[in-house]
């Protein structure tokens, strides 16, 4: 439907607009007016109405509203029916807005689609009056939200329960329950998100000291169009504060900035204070004392042009300030003042004596104490005295227990420390009834306090289950219309328990998974450095032989022939070393390696052996890999331990064929004394020495067996019946 809504504020001057205004930006005052249709003055119900102070309120049945608000506060109307209208106030003149083509039909669609009936009315009375005892009785607060919760009954209006919820978690944030604020507005979000309801969590994420949280919740608001100026910078000064407790003091400091900007631009002058106290705060936090005492010079200016509450609040906080910095004088001067303004302020702008003191007060015993102690760590116990017995008169006639309990012992420690023992004595028996006192008076606190949470749990179990209710109640409501819902919200449920158990399944097996991995790895690094160390066993004793046999060369004084034995040495051990590092190598280069040991060897034996390499010419041996120096430790000992100690001519094979397409045999052979014999003829160390490098060659084989999966099989039998000769039959799987 397109409709252009024309709004009209009509201003209607009330019977005082002749009198003069005396500090109005700081005076509030009540602003009433309505919304309704301009043709027939039909009331607009449900109207969002707030101020750039933070107020906040919604019009009722009539169309009505009441707001507190002050001069120079801009008002807010929002609602789905037209267009965001924006005013500042003047004077305490009544505000009506008037919409121009608003009907009864609209009126009628808008309470079908909003719940604007008598129902919703009551539940706007019921928040209303929610917040009217918000600060002086939570309970009834907390009973007027728990009825305008049970007034939604079956319609199941998110907005409105969100509205409600989020009253919810005002109230307990003011009462400092930030625990169950938070919860409140994570409820009132999961029904409808407004940017009010998150920015109030970030705030009470903020206050609770999640500061993650905090900025995870807030950050996402400066991209909001449209936020009242007040809104904007205290989404800034939330953001710093959340930033200066993580202990990112230039990201604290910079978004105080840009908070601050915004209270100069519009004159918001409260918050520029505040701000530019922060902002000291943050550099005192990182002893960037300069800029600090710079900014708090600003704040203390500009607390002065405000009520003097604020001023002495002010003034308090740079004297901590200056008590941080051992600046004794300048604190003393400073609380002086502050005593002095808070003396002089009327009765009724004090503590009303007949409630406790709040530990957030700034009481004229506090600032006599601090004063005291001011003095006591300059050890001007003279001076301090008369402060500590003021703090104790005045701590003791509003009841203030905690300040009495400090100033007493202080001042006990006072007497102690000037020699006045019996006045030490009579006071340390004041501050240990006033303990006592405390004490008792704990308890009952602590009393009051179980009562009091058992029953604000009692009323939050009242809310969820009205919750519970409605919903249970909309579900039936859907059951009734048609069977088909139930059916598909029955395999919904269905599929989330196995999606869940599902899910379970592969949390389960991925864990299983990331523990076999990680031992499986650890288990091959153990292999990878166990195979490591058995080559590096392994080369050494090849070269030690092969030197031997240069020796032997060397020895008969056959130059030429150690001369051609070492260039074909020096090939084998280039070849051997590009390969030392490899788990494997192409059979190819293998069978290289084999073919010049051999030369090599039957170089220096020529009369003990000859040898046969027969390659099957239908196997590529280019497809299958083999450790590197795996066959050679066969041959020298079929060479060394067989061949040599025969007295006629021996024989070598090597042959290699077909298993399968995967699996090849490679077969040595030997037809020299045997085992058995040879065993016979060695020394305790070469038996030790060969025992030591056929064990070698057995954990390689059994390391990379179980790397890759049985890839090696070796078995040694002799070749003869007799006992003669040795045959190694090695199977390599591709």
Not at 244 to 251: A, T, V
Not at 253 to 269: P, R, W
Request: aromatic share 10%.
């Amino acid at each position: 439907m397109n409709r252009i809504y024309h709004i009209c504020i009509v201003f209607l001057l009330g019977a005082f607009t002749c009198f003069p205004q005396v500090s109005a930006r700081n005076t509030e005052m009540q602003i009433k007016g309505s919304v309704k249709g301009q043709q027939n003055n039909i009331p607009i119900s449900g109207v969002e109405v707030s101020t750039s102070a933070g107020e906040y309120t919604l019009t009722d049945g009539l169309g009505e509203f009441k707001i507190s608000a002050a001069i120079g506060d801009e008002l807010i109307f929002e609602s789905p029916q037209f267009k965001t209208v924006r005013y500042r106030i003047r004077s305490d003149e009544d505000v009506d807005v008037l919409v121009q083509g608003f009907t009864e039909t609209d009126k009628e669609s808008f309470g079908r689609g909003k719940s604007i009936d008598s129902g919703s009315a009551l539940h706007r009375a019921y928040l209303d009056s929610a917040s009217f005892y918000k600060k002086t009785d939570i309970k009834k607060s907390i009973d007027f939200i728990t009825k305008s919760v049970a007034e939604l009954g079956k319609r199941g209006n998110k907005r409105a329960l969100s509205q409600s919820l989020t009253a919810l978690g005002e109230v307990y944030h003011y009462h400092k329950q930030y625990d169950l604020a938070i919860a409140s507005f994570l409820d009132a979000l999961e029904s409808q998100n407004t940017t009010k309801t998150s920015f109030l969590l970030g705030k009470a994420y903020t206050f609770n000291m999640d500061f993650e949280n905090a900025k995870s919740t807030l950050e996402p608001l400066i991209k909001v169009k449209n936020m009242v100026p007040f809104q904007s910078v205290e989404l800034y000064e939330y953001l710093g504060d959340a930033y200066l407790g993580s202990g990112n003091i230039e990201k604290a400091v910079a978004f105080y900035g840009e908070g601050l900007k915004i209270a100069e631009k519009n004159q918001v002058s409260p918050k520029v204070t505040d701000l530019n106290s922060k902002i000291a705060d943050a550099y005192a936090a990182d002893n960037r004392s300069v800029e600090a005492e710079g900014y708090y010079t600003n704040s203390l200016k500009l607390a002065k042009r405000q009520a003097p509450q604020r001023s002495i609040q002010e003034k308090e906080k740079v004297a901590d300030f200056y008590n941080k910095k051992n600046r004794f004088d300048e604190e003393i001067k400073m609380r002086k003042e502050s005593l002095n303004e808070l003396e002089g302020l009327p009765a009724e702008s004090k503590s009303d004596k007949s409630k406790a003191v709040s530990p957030d007060t700034i009481t004229s015993q506090q600032i006599n104490y601090k004063i005291a102690n001011a003095y006591i760590a300059q050890d001007n116990y003279e001076e301090a005295i008369p402060y500590l017995q003021k703090s104790i008169v005045e701590a003791d006639s509003d009841d203030d227990l905690i300040i009495q309990k400090d100033a007493t012992r202080k001042l006990s420690e006072a007497y102690e420390f000037k020699g006045e023992f019996d006045k030490a004595l009579e006071t340390y028996q004041a501050y240990v009834a006033v303990v006592d006192t405390l004490y008792l008076r704990k308890e009952q606190e602590i009393a009051q306090a179980a009562r009091f949470n058992r029953e604000i749990a009692a009323k939050q179990s009242r809310i969820s289950g009205l919750e519970q209710e409605r919903q249970l109640s909309q579900s039936k409501y859907d059951l009734a219309i048609t069977g088909q819902q139930l059916e598909q919200e029955s395999n919904k449920r269905k599929n989330w328990v196995i999606y869940s158990l599902l899910f379970g399944i592969l949390l389960t097996g991925l864990a299983a998974f990331f523990f076999y991995r990680s031992n499986r790895q650890q288990k091959l690094a153990n292999n990878l450095l166990a195979l490591k160390s058995l080559r590096s066993q392994m080369n050494p004793h090849f070269i030690f032989n092969a030197l031997n046999s240069v020796n032997n060369f060397i020895a008969k004084s056959d130059e030429r022939s150690a001369n051609k034995y070492l260039s074909d040495f020096s090939t084998l051990m280039r070849a051997v070393l590009e390969n030392s590092e490899e788990d494997f190598i192409p059979l190819s280069k293998e069978l290289e390696l084999i073919k010049l040991y051999v030369k090599l060897e039957h170089s220096r034996f020529p009369d003990k052996f000859n040898y046969h390499i027969n390659i099957d010419e239908t196997i590529d041996i280019d497809s299958f890999q083999i450790p590197p120096m795996l066959l050679q430790p066969y041959i020298e000992n079929a060479i060394w331990h067989g061949l040599r100690y025969k007295e006629e001519e021996g024989t070598l094979r090597v042959k290699l064929e077909y298993v399968n397409k995967d699996s090849i045999r490679i077969c040595i052979e030997d037809d020299g004394i045997g085992r058995k014999k040879s065993t016979a003829l060695k020394t305790q160390n070469q038996k030790k020495q060969k025992s030591k490098a056929m064990g070698n060659i057995s954990k390689r084989i059994s390391i990379l067996n179980d790397m890759y999966k049985d890839k090696i099989d070796v078995q040694i039998s002799d070749l003869n019946a007799n006992s003669e000769g040795t045959r190694v039959l090695m199977t390599l799987n591709k």
